[in-house]
């Protein structure tokens, strides 16, 4: 088969329906360090946050929208999205230290990354993963 000429470069951003947009905020800016950056003028409620080139889009749960939080619960091996951090057994021993529960402690990857995963205050399974050669031991005990 020809390769499509259709060629995607990048994800551009990850949308996601929230219940409370200033908890929402507090995940994903006070505690992941992402920013808050302008967000197009919706007839809907929501906001957007960027890390490099990433960004996640909220919508405010409302009769338009689908429901909040995507029912994922602990099963890391279902729907989640990831985060690529310096050092994934150091946000995890950041996040414990403020009081956020993990779903799983960092461990390896097959390939040598190191990956753990968090709720957010919806209940969207998020992980945060660091490249090979990036030691788990740093984590919570």
């Known amino acids: 088969m020809p390769p499509s000429p259709l060629q995607v470069q990048s994800i551009d951003h990850v949308t996601i329906v929230v219940r409370d947009l200033a908890a929402t905020r507090r995940f994903y800016v006070d505690l992941l360090g992402m920013r808050e950056v302008p967000r197009p003028p919706f007839s809907f409620a929501g906001q957007w946050f960027q890390a490099g080139a990433t960004q996640i889009h909220t919508i405010l749960e409302f009769s338009g929208s689908?429901?909040?939080?995507?029912?994922?619960?602990?099963?890391t091996r279902g729907?989640?999205?990831a985060f690529l951090v310096p050092d994934a057994a150091e946000a995890a021993r950041l996040l414990v230290e403020r009081g956020v529960e993990l779903v799983s402690l960092p461990k390896f990857r097959p390939d040598g990354a190191v990956q753990m995963f968090v709720h957010d205050p919806d209940g969207h399974?998020?992980?945060l993963s660091s490249p090979p050669g990036t030691s788990v031991e740093s984590g919570p005990a």
């Open 66 to 75: 689908g429901p909040a939080g995507t029912g994922a619960g602990q099963n």
């Open 79 to 81: 729907h989640h999205f």
């Open 125 to 127: 399974l998020v992980e």
